[in-house]
């Protein structure tokens, strides 16, 4: 019943029975992205971070388009 629970509210349980811990699908996800994209550290941050939020329903632009973006992918694309 507990690993039922930890998944219904967003976290991803440890152990099949009885988990002493739970990691977040968030997280998780963000993880994915990070390793999708990791052959350049800095490059592989951006790409997952747009990966990432794109995933998550946000429109994520290039540094062409005039349209506002999260600070840190700005600083992230401005170090390239």
Same mark, same amino acid.
């Given at each position: 019943?507990? $690993?039922? /629970?930890? *998944? =219904? =509210?967003?976290?991803? $349980? /440890? !152990? ?8 977040? *699908? ?10 999708? =994209?990791?052959?350049? #550290?800095? %490059? #592989?941050? !951006? ?6 939020? /794109? ?6 632009? %290039? =540094?062409?388009?005039?349209?506002? +973006?999260?600070?840190?992918?700005? +600083?992230?694309?401005? /170090?390239?």
């Amino acid at each position: 019943m507990l $690993p039922q /629970t930890l *998944v =219904h =509210h967003g976290l991803f $349980p /440890t !152990a099949p029975a009885q988990p002493q811990m739970a990691i977040s *699908v968030e997280l998780l996800s963000f993880y994915r992205a990070l390793f999708e =994209h990791s052959c350049d #550290a800095v %490059n #592989a941050l !951006a790409a997952a971070l747009s990966t990432y939020y /794109t995933r998550q329903g946000f429109r994520v632009m %290039n =540094h062409k388009v005039s349209v506002i +973006i999260p600070l840190f992918v700005l +600083i992230v694309l401005l /170090t390239m």
